[in-house]
């Protein structure tokens, strides 16, 4: 699609009240979230004790965000300016899209990390007054943990659904592109998000115990333990941010997509001829299609949230959860269902086209079974996690292979999940290849429709396990709210891993649908991407090494920060010795700073390797080495993902199961076995895995915003400063990140 | 290429002589070979004790190959009768290329056999003449370990160039296609040896550390662990014949590649309009060049171990080791361009065309790369080892990830010293693009140039492992033959993890070379492997899951038939309380036969989906999405097999470093982290990595084989009945293997 090309028809009346029918359900999305606020807001906040440490738990998150906005600016800044003078140079003259495409990136920057900083905020607001809850009612705790993880998932949703409407009605015919800057902007941020927030929450964990359980003895989330409050803090910006500006910008890439393949679908001779004069009205249903499934999605959602309610009594938190999420599913369905009947119909019968009500279930059924699957593979319960579980027996070793040999199996089943899922959609329009592409886009928009609804799942997460770290720190004395807690503890674990699985898959499909946005704009729709072509085989290796190398460095990073925190809480204790009997309070703030300095210096070299090598390849070695080159990191980046995720997730449920009686429990060879394997997999499952997802993203919008400028006559000289820039700008970012593993000096131990 | 356009012009006298002297050097390989074999056989073999060793050892590795024959036949018979039907069916009436193609195929399984049983019979005879030469002298017990392992390199080299250049002689024309079965054959022999013999090798070694170590306390190599013996033979199936065989087919895949392009190249416009009535001779002196080179390289490998003495009084066995390897190098390429200098001038201009020893040089120069990369990340000196090494300071859990990231590190580099490869193969043929393929393929065989020196470097390493263990086992009393077996055993682990790194490269270098093959047979010259076709990302992506399910299927495989190890151990030390009290000896025998059995029945697993996934992929996805899928094989293939034979290098070496006294040494808690890291990387490094490398060349040779067929017309049934077969081939398979992961039932336990 070059947008030159494409003239979109006038909106009828019909079609007004469309856009404003989406409009108003983005604000009903808001409006909910925003009652949402009201209602969490308004719960008693606890005792003093508790809003103590929840005050540090805030103080701490909120920091770590407002510095993470001070190191992306710069950044930002750059490809501002990038953008604005690579589209004024491309188009000389329309001036008006290149400011578009960078303010868009712009928005899309702030959308993403306001989608993180809003959902963060209250869920550090929710998570002392679910504490406090817990001293009334298990029931009530759940409502307002839930409740608190709704206002991410509303807002997230809100925001995208209004950014993308309100730019589409705006820009009209070079929306697509705009859309394109607004979702890099997005990704960008989700990734700094993402990673710095990753590195962050498991930096602080593993030197909170390194330092607390093996040298010094205390247990976890012992108050004396400097680093304490910083593991809670990293839980937020871990799994709340981090995941709400990933899933966020999902959201909106492949709403993007859905539209820019709707618009070149009805661009092709083919779509013409089969439609004939009905064909423009009818592209203009396709592209508004999406935004209405976006719509009705808005719906499902809080449908869903309304369904998750604990009876009095009732005792396993997970059952409403899996409740809310099958109305979600089966009335997101159904809305999607009567959209589809009352607006989209053959123009040459008249008779309602049920393929897109397919295509959308059939993504709304990978969800599901994505959904499925990750349980099968980490729920304590499960055959791989009891077989991992006994093969501690024989000790650590056995433990991680078992571990192992289940996320390599694992990670198969998850991918050939997602090739089904691009086969059914291509056998669904197998009489119209033509469309086949927007088929797999509206897949994976089916697969996120109820973003509102996985999203409050997921931050469920966090906000339980703080309530029940602030409830242990300010040491409450209730034997039953703790029970309660732990619970729901235990359960936000699970949703959690869940809805990993479901993020990565999202970020697949997302960037599959833009792969033919791709093509178009490296007009390679004569030749294709062939592989079998000595160049663009190796930008398929070059890809796919990528996330091989983003996990060595996210690793690394973990590792380095850590380091720092373990120095940190050493100091106190040697300088404080009052900290050990209880006189004096760690200054647990000052380990907040530094972990946030380390996390945000670790992310460099990670967003420098997402932004450059893409360029890099294909200015190098062409657009086509370029697709290549996508393909690769696309597959790489979903096999290690999930491997990552499941077999972190399967590791710390085997612990789990462990310590809760299993082979005899806490204190146990086999107990000691399983805390190596949730260690190893803690920045597998929290830093490494959830990476790769805004990598494959980034890296998808970073191409296609430049491979248009590959295709324009350019010296040799111009094309090699180029290449050596991003050359020179990938080799500072492996030399920043290569140095020193999960290692701690010699001198700190001597 | 098919083979009814080829017209090879006729031979001329020179050509003839050329094609005379390539056997005569494939018979000096051999009789090197017979010579060598002469020399290890008239040492001393050791006394009584010793002898007794040796003979159980030999006898369990020979019964060992002598089952996998017996298991490997029905499924070899299968194929050679499918083979032969398919190509029947497919040009009628040709039977001759149909039973030359069947018959190839046999005769590739029984050289690529018959080179890693010969290799390993001498190295069995070597073992133990070497455990004796070194009670006379260092030097002496050095030569008679590389004498033993030249034997393996000079065999596998003659047979290789033996057998192409008999079939050449005799099938000319249809010469290509009789290579691929002949390849195949190998490939599919070396598939079982390497996984069968990786699976014995740490099943065996971890069952005997499981009840020897943890549970008895007994030391490793003690004689009373009856499990001793079948981990000494685990060594020479493993590295030795495994090794050998993959190694063989490699060698045998690239040489058929070079001539398959070099005929191919012949038949493009582009070759016929650039050297007008030369072309033909020309691109004849092209098919007979890589004979030559491989011809250059028997010399070579010769005059690279005639360089390796250690002289009187020199320490390090690993400087006569180098210089013997730049030796070989050197020589070589000395070899090409002379080679190239007599006999490949540019028809038009007679000058001497260069750019094929630049090629060959460029392959050589990436074995140098490859082989100082994985040094550099395996060294014990090196800071990744070091710093995973220190790791353990902090635990077990510190030291894997360290040793992982540095792992996934590594993988990147070496792939882009394959894609470094490509390139500048490119950039040499940069201004004749239409043989620029035949310059890729001539790298390869470069790169395997040396294979003879590298093959009898491998072997060195279970030569000496198990010299030393039989030293250990007789229990001989000579602190100064100790010492130096156990140094030479140190430097043989680093020769074997070296070639590990090697071999990976060779099998991704010869599946490139033979993708041409593929594309020209499934005649996809004109549209490509588009993978922005949704079916080809498809088969893109099951392509590159499926070592990834190999990597679940070998690492679950060793745990169960570990099991086995250790119930059979435990057994023998409950019934026969003499063996603790060394008044009975342990029944070896048994324990080898277990270990035997138990490989075997998990290769049927690995076998069938390296055979039925291409043939399911093709004919229900069609040619090109199988395209797609051999290149997501080779991508992740080699991204995981250099990442876990690094990793699992590293780990072993981070625990050599530390029982050399680093840290404190043996019994300090670093020590106990760091042997964990090690047993998690012995199925890594051993069993899943190796395996990676003949199942990456298996898919892709069938596929070759199979490509024609899924181009036939033929009904929706007929091509339902290929898919559902091979479909539950692969569900049979799956089943096989997906259970129990490495753990021991719970009833073993109580």
């Known amino acids: 699609m070059s947008e030159a090309n494409i003239v979109l028809p006038p909106l009828s ?9 989406v409009l108003g359900s983005a604000l009903v999305a808001l409006a909910y979230g925003f009652y949402m606020v009201w209602k969490v807001l308004s719960c008693d906040p606890g005792n003093a004790a508790m809003q103590r440490v929840a005050k540090a738990i805030e103080d701490g998150a909120m920091a770590y965000l407002r510095r993470q906005i001070k190191i992306m600016w710069p950044f930002i800044l750059i490809i501002f300016v990038g953008l604005y003078l690579m589209y004024t140079n491309l188009y000389l003259g329309n ?11 712009l928005a899309g920057v702030m959308a993403s990390y306001g989608a993180g900083y809003v959902g ?70 989700a990734l700094f998000l993402r990673v710095g927030g990753g590195i962050f929450t498991k930096a602080a964990d593993i030197g909170a115990d390194l330092v607390g359980k093996i040298e010094v003895g205390i247990p976890e989330d012992d108050p004396r333990n400097a680093a304490v409050i910083a593991d809670n803090v990293g839980d937020n910006v871990g799994d709340c941010a981090g995941m709400a500006a990933d899933v966020f910008e999902s959201y909106e890439v ?50 869903g949230t309304l369904s998750v309610r604990l009876k009095e009594g009732e005792q396993d938190p997970m059952r409403p959860i899996t409740t809310g999420y099958w109305v979600s599913s089966a009335s997101a369905i159904v809305g999607i269902a009567i959209a589809n009947a009352c607006y989209l119909h053959d123009p040459r019968t008249g008779a309602v086209d049920w393929r897109f009500t397919m295509v959308s279930g059939i993504g709304i059924l990978l969800a599901i079974l994505t959904l499925w699957l990750t349980n099968y593979y980490t729920h304590p319960n499960s055959r791989p996690v009891s077989e991992t579980a006994i093969a501690s027996k024989t000790g650590p070793a ?75 720190m300010a040491e409450v004395n209730d034997e039953r709210a703790s029970r309660s807690l732990s619970w729901m503890d235990a359960i936000g674990n699970t949703t959690k891993a869940l809805t990993k699985g479901l993020a990565i898959a999202t970020a697949v499909l997302a960037a599959i649908s833009l792969f033919k946005s791709f093509i178009d704009e490296g007009q ?3 030749l294709g991407i062939q592989v079998n072509q000595p160049k663009v085989f190796v930008g398929l290796l070059i890809g796919g090494a990528i996330p091989f190398l ?58 420098m390797v997402a932004v450059a090598t893409p360029v890099l390849v294909a200015f190098g070695l062409g657009a086509a080495a370029c697709g290549g080159y996508l393909c690769g990191a696309i597959l790489t980046g979903q096999l290690l993902a999930v491997y990552m995720a499941n077999t972190g997730g399967l590791w710390d449920n085997a612990k789990k199961k462990i310590e809760d009686g299993f082979l005899g429990g806490k204190g146990t060879d086999s107990h000691k076995a399983a805390v190596i394997g949730d260690t190893v997999g803690d920045p597998y499952k929290d830093t490494a895995g959830p990476s790769l997802n805004p990598l494959i993203k980034v890296m998808n919008l970073v191409a296609i915003l430049i491979v248009p400028f590959t295709l324009h006559p350019m010296t040799h000289l111009v094309r090699g400063i180029i290449v050596c820039t991003a050359g020179a700008i990938l080799v500072t970012a492996i030399a920043l990140s290569h140095r020193g593993a999960l290692v701690l000096p010699k001198d700190s131990h001597s």
Chains 1, 2 share one sequence.
């Open 550 to 607: 983003f996990t060595a460095f996210a690793l690394k990073a973990v590792g380095r920060a850590a380091f720092f925190v373990v120095e940190e809480v050493r100091r106190q204790f040697r300088e404080n010795p009052g900290i050990m009997t209880r006189k004096v309070v760690p200054d647990y703030a000052r380990c907040v700073e530094i972990v946030t300095a380390a996390a945000q210096k670790e992310l460099l070299g990670p967003g």
């Open 254 to 303: 492949t709403l993007v997509a859905a539209l820019i393949l709707a618009a070149s679908t009805l661009m092709t001779p083919e779509f013409q001829a089969a439609y004939g004069s009905q064909s423009s009205a009818f592209a203009l249903k396709l592209i508004l299609f999406p935004l209405i499934i976006r719509a009705v999605g808005v719906f499902a959602s809080i449908l």
């Open 120 to 189: 963060m905020w209250l869920a550090v607001k929710g998570n002392v007054r679910t504490a406090a809850a817990a001293m009334v009612s298990f029931p009530r705790a759940m409502e307002v943990a839930f409740n608190a993880g709704t206002v991410s998932g509303m807002f997230t949703v809100g925001f995208g659904l209004l950014g993308a409407t309100i730019i589409f009605l705006i820009f009209r015919e070079s929306a697509m592109r705009v859309l394109v800057g607004f979702g890099f902007g997005g990704s960008l941020a």
């Open 95 to 105: 001036t008006s899209l290149a400011l578009g495409v960078s303010l868009a990136f």
């Open 524 to 526: 390679l729709n004569q």
């Open 398 to 472: 056995t433990l991680l292979l078992s571990g192992m040999a289940e996320g390599n199996e694992s990670t198969v089943w998850a991918i050939m999940l997602i090739g089904g899922t691009i086969l059914s959609s291509l056998w669904v329009f197998r009489k119209e290849p033509v469309m086949a592409s927007y088929g797999i886009a509206l897949a994976g928009l089916g697969l996120l429709t109820t973003t509102g609804f996985i999203l409050a799942m997921d931050t469920y997460g966090p906000i339980t396990d703080n309530a029940h770290g602030i409830f242990e």
């Open 13 to 21: 009346a019909t079609e007004w009240r469309i856009l404003w029918g």
